[in-house]
C-alpha cells in the first residue's frame, strides 16, 4: 500500500525549534516529488513547497521561503519541514502530500494524515 | 486572499447535480491544464477528486467530473448523496514564482 505517514502532534512555545516528519513507504520514495500544505484552523488549503528526494531539488512559496526549511533523506524514505524559531501564527495543521506523476507539476495523489502543530506561550 | 476564487458554499438536494468553479486567470488556470480537485472532510486529510482539469483517479466515482473554459474550471458533481457534504478545493500550477496555488474552498452542504 502507498502511503505517507507523518509524525505525531506538537506543542511548543514561541521561539523554539522543531522538525515534523513525513515517511513514505510502498513506492519508490525518489521518484516522486513531496510538497508540504498549511491549513490554519478553520481556513483552507496554503501550498508551502516541494522536494524532490532523488537530488533534494527544493522549491517553496514565496510566502513561506526563509520561514521554513524542506529537507529530505532518501536513505530513510523520509521527508521534512522544520522551523528555526516558531511564531503562534505557525499554529495549523500541515499535510505532506505526494505528487500523481513522476514531475515537478500536477496533482497530490497521496496526503499524509497530518501533523497538528500548537505554538502557544 | 487566495488566488483562485471559489464560492464559499453551495448546496444541493440529494440526486441533483451541482457545479464548483474555480476561477482564476491567464497566468494559472486558463494557461495550463494542471488543474486538480480535493475533497476534504471535517478532520480528514484532503483527497484528490480530479486532475490534470478532467481526469479522474482510480477508485473515484463517475459522478464526479472536471472542465475548464478560460479562466475559470469547474468541478460538476451528479447524483448528489450524503458523503459528497465536504470542503471542495481546487488548485491549479500558476506561472508566477508560487509555482502553485489554492482556492479558498467551497462547502458543499447536501440538503
Known amino acids: 500500500e502507498v502511503q505517507l505517514v507523518q509524525s505525531g502532534a506538537e506543542v511548543k512555545k514561541p521561539g523554539e525549534s522543531l522538525k515534523i516528519s513525513c515517511k513514505g513507504s510502498g513506492y519508490s520514495f525518489t521518484s516522486y516529488w513531496i510538497g508540504w500544505v498549511r491549513q490554519m484552523p478553520g481556513k483552507g488549503l496554503e501550498w508551502m513547497g516541494i522536494?524532490?528526494?532523488?537530488?533534494?531539488?527544493?522549491r517553496y512559496s514565496p510566502s513561506f521561503q526563509g520561514q521554513v526549511t524542506i529537507s529530505a533523506d532518501k536513505s530513510i524514505s523520509t521527508a521534512y519541514l522544520q522551523w528555526s524559531s516558531l511564531k503562534a501564527s505557525d499554529t495549523a495543521m500541515y499535510y505532506c502530500?505526494?505528487?500523481?506523476?513522476?514531475?515537478?507539476?500536477?496533482?497530490?495523489?497521496?496526503w499524509g494524515q497530518g501533523t497538528m502543530v500548537t505554538v502557544s506561550s | 486572499q487566495s488566488a483562485l476564487t471559489q464560492p464559499a458554499s453551495v448546496s444541493g438536494s440529494p440526486g441533483q447535480s451541482i457545479t464548483i468553479s474555480c476561477t482564476g486567470t491567464?497566468?494559472?488556470?486558463?494557461?495550463?491544464?494542471?488543474v486538480s480537485w480535493y475533497q476534504q472532510h471535517p478532520g480528514k486529510a484532503p483527497k484528490l477528486m480530479i486532475y490534470d482539469v478532467s481526469n479522474r483517479p482510480s477508485g473515484v466515482s463517475n459522478r464526479f467530473s472536471g472542465s475548464k473554459s478560460g479562466n475559470t474550471a469547474s468541478l460538476t458533481i451528479s447524483g448528489l448523496q450524503a458523503e459528497d457534504e465536504a470542503d471542495y478545493y481546487c488548485?491549479?500550477?500558476?506561472?508566477?514564482?508560487?509555482?502553485?496555488?489554492f482556492g479558498g474552498g467551497t462547502k458543499l452542504t447536501v440538503l
Open positions: 522536494i524532490y528526494p532523488g537530488d533534494s531539488d527544493t
Open positions: 491567464s497566468s494559472d488556470v486558463g494557461g495550463y491544464n494542471y
Open positions: 502530500a505526494r505528487r500523481s506523476q513522476l514531475w515537478l507539476l500536477g496533482a497530490f495523489d497521496i
Open positions: 488548485s491549479s500550477y500558476t506561472s508566477s514564482s508560487t509555482l502553485e496555488v
